[in-house]
């Protein structure tokens, strides 16, 4: 009886972690799509002002392969990064809450 309840124990904790980590990519996957549109938005400016990765680097004191990794849209970047870059650019970044609109 108590084996049964330790593996009745260990297969739904296990079920929990599956559907936390499942969870957690989708909501990362989330994050990537819209810091990406916010990066390729910035990279875009970067080139109508005729800047170039290493100018960047100048500018907001980043070494040159974080610029490169930054653009590149593999990661999410974080919000100190997205405000350097975007203040190099004499631009800003503006947050806001929103209703959660599914």
Avoid: W
Avoid at 30 to 55: A, C, F, W
């Amino acid at each position: 009886m108590i084996e049964n309840n330790r593996s009745d124990y260990e297969k739904e904790k296990e079920a929990r972690e599956r559907r936390l980590r499942a969870y957690a990519e989708e909501i990362q996957k989330q994050i990537l799509d819209s810091s990406g549109e916010i990066v390729h938005q910035l990279v875009e400016e970067r080139h109508n002002q005729g800047l170039t990765q290493s100018d960047m680097a100048e500018l907001t004191g980043m070494m040159a392969s974080n610029i490169a990794r930054f653009e590149s849209g593999g990661r999410v970047p974080t919000l100190l990064v997205l405000q350097k870059y975007a203040g190099a650019l004499g631009k800003h970044i503006e947050l806001k809450v929103c209703d959660n609109m599914e």
